[in-house]
């Protein structure tokens, strides 16, 4: 099992719906989390982290973090074509500080 | 403020050649993780450096790679002799701690080895 599992997707939402990314992860001693926006060709953007259970709100974007059944997910609402890209989800475990990604998850969010 | 930099951004080299990739972290962190990015493994972890001392060189896949922080504001990570498969993304991060966690990327060297 890998440690960080993410539906490779492709995912498509039609512009102005809400995007739903889920990740799980293997060990119950994760502690922090973290989405990451790429671009085609770009380095990973750091966009939401997570560290509590529960929800954390950014603009658009919502993470929410369930540490008893090891998900986080992240919706992005009001969806825009600029939104399209590949979204990576990470997970710190431990007292290690290296993060494990997720393989990502494509979006494409259709005009 | 400057984010991480690193230099070149593409590199194309034969194989044999050795290679060198640079990276500046952002100032003040003082967590500097060395990635490769490719479509078959993903993002892969190579080695991190904490306040220029390296603490966990596991991923670096063989003896043929070996990376350096002379100083707080510069790290290298060197190929040789490079070979066709080490063709990837090669981005560096940085963080700071204590009780931050974020990793700040790069914009990453594109090599490619023919």
């Known amino acids: 099992q890998k440690e960080v599992e993410q539906n490779s997707g492709p995912l498509s939402v039609p512009e102005g719906a809400i995007a739903s990314l889920n990740c799980t992860y293997s060990?119950?001693?994760?502690?922090?989390f973290f989405w990451y926006r790429q671009y085609s060709g770009k380095s990973p953007e750091l966009i939401m982290f997570?560290?509590?259970?529960g929800d954390k709100e950014d603009g658009r974007f919502t993470a929410q973090l369930n540490k008893a059944s090891q998900y986080v997910s992240l919706l992005i609402r009001d969806s825009q074509p600029s939104d399209s890209a590949t979204y990576l989800c990470?997970?710190?475990?431990?007292?290690?500080?290296?993060?494990?990604f997720g393989s990502g998850t494509q979006l494409t969010v259709l005009p | 403020d400057a984010g991480v930099i690193q230099s070149p951004r593409h590199e194309v080299t034969e194989m044999g050649q050795e290679v060198t990739l640079r990276c500046k972290p952002i100032?003040?962190?003082?967590?500097l993780f060395w990635y490769r990015q490719t479509m078959m493994r993903g993002l892969e972890l190579l080695i991190y450096?904490?306040?220029?001392?390296?603490?966990?060189d596991s991923g670096m896949p063989e003896d043929r790679f070996s990376a350096k922080m002379p100083n707080a504001s510069f790290s290298t990570l060197k190929i040789q002799p490079s070979e066709p498969r080490d063709s990837a993304v090669y981005f560096c991060?940085?963080?700071?701690?204590?009780?931050?966690?974020?990793?700040?990327f790069g914009p990453g060297t594109r090599l490619t080895v023919t």
């Open positions: 991060a940085s963080s700071f701690h204590p009780g931050r966690n974020e990793q700040y």
């Open positions: 060990d119950r001693g994760s502690q922090s």
């Open positions: 997570i560290y509590s259970n």
């Open positions: 990470a997970v710190l475990v431990g007292s290690a500080r290296q993060l494990t």
């Open positions: 100032s003040g962190h003082d967590y």
């Open positions: 450096f904490n306040n220029n001392v390296p603490i966990d």
